[in-house]
């Protein structure tokens, strides 16, 4: 018992720490992209969303393509326009968002077309199609599939005519019709072989979709010859490009139930290695899949235990996700592999639960089953009972004795830290009154302070506060002031001693604090961060405790005044 407690409390600090990691990256990151010329800039945008979805943060990943779409639009470069704008397509589609989907894929279609980026057309058109599969509305799936393919045909694209036969594969597929599927699919395969190799990844995409037919009608020995293929064809990608998670993903997957349908252990659990170590787990149809490969592989290679370990959490992934059919298809599967195991008392739980969610009534043969196993339970359960209790004994003392070095550490840390917070604010609260000067401004020479633009950006700040625009930088700044952003840093240094970006937060930190420090106001801390232009209120806790070394939260309180 305190080993696995130990375990889990270790995975949990090193999941926090990657996350702090990654968060670090993204603030970074974020810092660095206005300064970066054109290119290097939108290489960075592709990354950072890359690090708001490894976050499962969808809301910063959106927020990033929309930065991206503005100022490749803004710049007038079509080409990163159109990958930016198929980016968004992707980001709505990977996390559902099939009314945004529907909504973008029109004018961007259109834009596409425009510019004759007939690739990216195609890959937006096969992106739709395959949201409305998975969503269920087939019909319209496969009719938008049919017009692809005669839009295609008309003007003899064999790009789009291959993409719009791989989309028919995945409709007879979803259907459960894999002859027709296997066809079209083989056909979408011939179809790629005569596309020249591009930048895309639908060839790879086709092969992937016939490998996975074939393995599904037990062809698993022809499948794995279209693995190899297709991990010839995705050299091309990877020294082109580097490796693409995704793709390197879906290859390893089918390679993984070639060989353990081949009986290849040593094959299948390089393969199940390399998914696990996929970025795509992020992803909980990715994690799906490897769960139950997984499974695979301990059942064949006899190993139980483990293998009801895994029906488990693939049980609790399929509830996450509101998959209520693999769900119960998981308890079922579990409650013959227990008996099998014979974990009766699994067993039984496994086969309960399955007749509870499919809310149907249970039969005499599952009764008798369920009470027979029920009788071989009551066998072990005193046995365990006396095991149990000593485990819960020792778990208490251990809560116990956790808990009580848990209470004098924050007792002693809260007195420290309330200490030194107190002392932070009797030193605030001896210098000068926050001002829209910046912090730490000395006091400066009369013929200093006749430079026009200075007495300009005086008027600015006092008039307008413009630091409370998120968005404000050196270079809107300069706009506002009618200058370059070279003169404008030369202004703020020689006055201030600070850059731009140094200067515009300590404006902020210092509206900051006077909105802290009012307690009538009422803002939460999120509100301070808002109306004081930070933009986030991680963003404000950040700075605030590099400037002053306490949080928000413990100035507000300890504030005069408040």
């Known amino acids: 018992m305190k080993k696995i407690l130990l375990f889990s409390l270790l995975l949990l600090s090193a999941a926090l720490r990657a996350q702090d990691d990654t968060r670090r990256q993204i603030d970074s990151l974020s810092a660095a992209i206005p300064a970066m010329p054109p290119e290097q800039r939108y290489d960075a945008y592709y990354d950072l969303r890359d690090l708001y979805n490894a976050m499962g943060d969808m809301n910063g990943a959106s927020a990033t393509l929309h930065r991206y779409i503005e100022d490749a639009r ?61 969503g269920g509305q087939l019909d319209e799936g496969i009719a938008e599939a049919r017009a692809m393919f005669e839009f295609a045909k008309a003007r003899d694209n064999d790009l789009g005519k291959a993409t719009a036969l791989m989309c028919m594969g995945l409709y007879y597929q979803t259907l459960n019709d894999m002859v027709d599927a296997e066809k079209h699919h083989r056909e979408s395969v011939a179809a790629f072989r005569k596309v020249e190799m591009g930048n895309g990844s639908d060839h790879l995409l086709a092969y992937k979709y016939l490998s996975s037919v074939l393995n599904a009608v037990g062809k698993h020995a022809e499948a794995l010859e279209v693995c190899k293929e297709c991990d010839a064809k995705m050299d091309y990608y990877r020294n082109l490009s580097g490796k693409n998670p995704i793709q390197e993903y879906n290859l390893a ?21 390399r998914i696990r170590q996929s970025p795509v787990m992020a992803y909980p149809s990715a994690r799906q899949d490897l769960m139950f490969m997984t499974w695979r592989m301990y ?104 808990l009580a070095i848990l209470l004098v550490s924050w007792i002693l840390y809260s007195r420290n830290l309330a200490r030194k917070n ?35 950006l005086k ?13 404000l930088g050196r270079r809107e700044l300069a706009l506002m002031l009618g200058t370059n952003e070279r003169y404008l840093l030369e202004v703020v240094r020689s006055h201030y001693g600070l850059s731009v970006g140094e200067y515009i937060n300590g404006l902020r930190l210092n509206y900051a604090r006077e909105l802290l420090s009012a307690p009538a106001a009422g803002d939460t801390i999120e509100d301070v961060a808002i ?10 806790y950040r700075h605030f405790r590099n400037q002053y070394g306490m949080t928000p939260d413990e100035y507000r309180r300890q504030a005069p005044g408040s």
């Open 74 to 134: 803004r710049e007038g470069n079509m080409e990163y326009l159109g990958k930016a704008l198929l980016l968004m397509a992707y980001h709505y589609n990977n996390y559902n968002l099939t009314d945004s989907l529907r909504a973008a894929a029109g004018p961007t279609l259109d834009f596409f077309a425009e510019h004759g980026q007939w690739g990216r057309y195609y890959t937006l058109r096969k992106t739709y199609i395959l949201s409305l599969l998975v």
């Open 459 to 471: 008027a600015l700040i006092g008039e307008k506060r413009p630091y409370t625009d998120p968005s």
């Open 531 to 540: 109306r004081a232009g930070f933009g986030s209120r991680n963003t404000l």
């Open 299 to 402: 059942e064949l290679e006899g190993k139980y235990d483990l293998m009801l370990q895994v029906q488990d959490s693939l049980f609790d992934l399929a509830l996450e996700t509101g998959d209520v059919e693999s769900a119960t298809g998981t308890l079922r599967e579990q409650g013959r592999s227990a008996y099998k195991a014979g974990n009766y008392k699994k067993s039984a739980e496994a086969y309960r639960r399955f007749w509870e969610m499919r809310d149907s009534l249970v039969t005499q043969e599952n009764e008798a089953r369920i009470s027979e196993l029920s009788t071989l339970y009551e066998v072990d359960k005193l046995e365990m009972q006396k095991r149990a209790q000593f485990n819960y004994l020792l778990l208490a003392l251990g809560l116990c004795l956790l």
């Open 253 to 273: 997957c089918e390679y993984a139930r070639a060989y353990l349908e081949l009986g290849d252990k040593d094959k299948t659990r390089h393969y199940l290695e």
């Open 422 to 456: 107190r002392t932070l604010i009797d030193r605030l609260g001896e210098s000068e009154p926050p001002s829209d000067d910046g912090p730490g401004t000395p006091p400066l020479p009369s013929n200093e302070r006749q430079n026009p633009l200075y007495a300009k």
